[in-house]
């Protein structure tokens, strides 16, 4: 029988979702598992925790924020509308690429200035987000206006928004193993107005 066009529009999809996979776990590869894990103590001392992140990465950083509500923590998304004032004892985990992202770095300058620690999850150790940042875990993915390919060949920044949300779930999963509060306990905590 013969090829049909939707028969080469799956091979095609199931191509680019294999390629996807593979850069995600290329990426896990040389990551630095140490510089990871120094954020849990962080966030399990955090008075509160606040998320933020711009577009797709601030997409990413809202998943995790329900997760780690589901712990237990006390969480803020930046921009909500009950979102409170950020202070001392607090941790900022703020998600930015590039980390030149002009209202991630406000947020921080800001976040830093009120005694709160930043934590920076972003594709660099040189930029102004990471100048203000207490902490930054590097993810080797490309920036959003890295179009040349060489990194990854996905559009923008889409490994590097992926990638937050995989490290954030692996995050979740290890505070959620020391933590050891059965499954229906956490889900008692999820929304039941949704
Ligand atoms: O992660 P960065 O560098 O702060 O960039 C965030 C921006 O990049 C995008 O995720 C584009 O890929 C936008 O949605 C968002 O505005």
């Known amino acids: 029988m013969s090829k049909?066009?939707?028969?080469?529009l799956s091979a095609t999809l199931h191509n680019h979702l294999q390629q996807?996979?593979?850069?995600n776990q290329q990426l896990a590869e040389k990551?630095?598992?140490?510089?990871v894990a120094a954020i849990l103590p962080l966030l399990q001392q955090a008075k509160r925790v606040f998320v933020v992140g711009a577009g797709r990465t601030g997409l990413a950083l809202k998943a995790a924020a329900m997760r780690l509500?589901?712990?237990g923590l006390t969480v803020f998304v930046v921009g909500e509308t009950t979102t409170p004032a950020i202070g001392s004892g607090d941790v900022l985990l703020a998600g930015s690429g590039s980390?030149?992202?002009s209202?991630?770095?406000k947020a921080a300058e800001k976040a830093a200035a009120a005694?709160?620690?930043v934590v920076a999850i972003s594709t660099t150790t040189s930029s102004p987000l990471a100048?203000?940042?207490?902490h930054v875990a590097v993810l080797p993915a490309a920036q959003k206006q890295d179009h040349g390919g060489e990194i990854s060949a996905q559009y923008a920044g889409s490994l590097f928004e992926q990638s937050v949300l995989l490290l954030l779930d692996a995050i979740f999963q290890t505070l959620w193993g020391l933590d050891g509060t059965p499954a229906e306990e956490l889900w008692k905590r999820h929304a039941n107005l949704e």
């Open 4 to 8: 049909t066009p939707s028969d080469a």
């Open 20 to 23: 996807i996979i593979r850069e």
């Open 31 to 35: 990551l630095d598992f140490d510089q």
């Open 69 to 71: 509500m589901h712990l």
């Open 99 to 101: 980390g030149t992202t």
């Open 103 to 105: 209202s991630i770095v």
């Open 115 to 117: 005694g709160a620690q």
């Open 131 to 134: 100048a203000l940042a207490t």
